[in-house]
């Protein structure tokens, strides 16, 4: 028995989606001398298509190949797949070019989803993990980051718990539409189901962004933001963590974060810091090691601003990673806000 059918089988269908189907049943041969006739926009829609389709049932093919005006009923159904892509396009494109493609498409679909599927609360994960299969379990456990699943293997219970590590070890290569199908439905139902909107994706790539910009341009933008969408832009910057907000982790705390830097880094970063943010991150150093730091940030010389800011981002990064996989907490801050002035 199929332990991977899709669980959603028939969903509203787009026409990349519809043309595949009908590129599929009219096999690699003329297939591949039909799409020759397409843009390259066009061929790239229905590679995608087909690469993540999974297997389709004859009804739907049927259903959807009658509004080609095409009748079908002897085809049965029909299965896209990475391969299935690979074989149409090598009727008319260069190996290298076919392999260009279908890896750009391989990129922008499975990594994000496991990516996004890690960065997810254990609890939601668990909430749809629960209904699954075993086998399916196992299969997303180790797809997912392993301290992602680490948290999520003793929510599943102490009975489900050993059987889905058993299978995880007997596990061999699964077929690229197993795959493609568990990532289908784990994009449309959990992630969907978890708030990844386009709406979040969009704040967040604006926090990236704010994070990142000058200081002077980052206040012009403040201010007129803060006249037109207040209440946006203030959750926004709730979001957001900078060079200063180190302040806010304890001194021992604070410590793993430097340590997690290397070279010049750490000298380069508190030259171009405001004096009490400095001295939070002397004081947080042993006297001896406190001594070496300011005699290296005294015989640096002037430095260049992009090389501070630079510095400083990679201890915001290393801050971040740790607070992730709880190595370290920030101190709670009963404030509106997290941004600090930056100093001319």
Known sequence: MNQFVPLRKHRRMSGAQKSAILFLCLGEGRGGALMQQL???EIRQITTAISNM?????SIVEEILQEFDMKISHEGGV???IEAARNLLKEFLPEDRVAEILQEINGNTNDNVWKELSDLDEKQLVEFLRKEHNQTVAVILTRIRAESAAKVLPLLGADRAPDVVERIMAMESLPSDTILSIEN????????KAGRSSEARVEGQLVSIFNKLDEDLFK???RELEKRKPDHFKAIKQKMFVFDDLIKFKETQLGKVMREVTGN???LALRGAKKEVREHFLASLPSRSRGMLQDEMSSMGPVKLKDVKDAQSQLVEAALRLVADGSVELASDDSD???????D
Do not use: F, N, Q
Not at 54 to 58: P, S, Y
Not at 337 to 343: R, S
């Open 54 to 58: 999974g297997e389709i049932d004859a």
């Open 185 to 192: 439905t784990l994009r449309e139902d959990v992630l969907a």
């Open 265 to 267: 880094t750490l000298p």
């Open 79 to 81: 299965v896209g797949s």
């Open 39 to 41: 843009d390259v926009t």
């Open 220 to 222: 012009k933008i403040s």
């Open 337 to 343: 806000e997290m941004m600090a002035d930056i100093d």
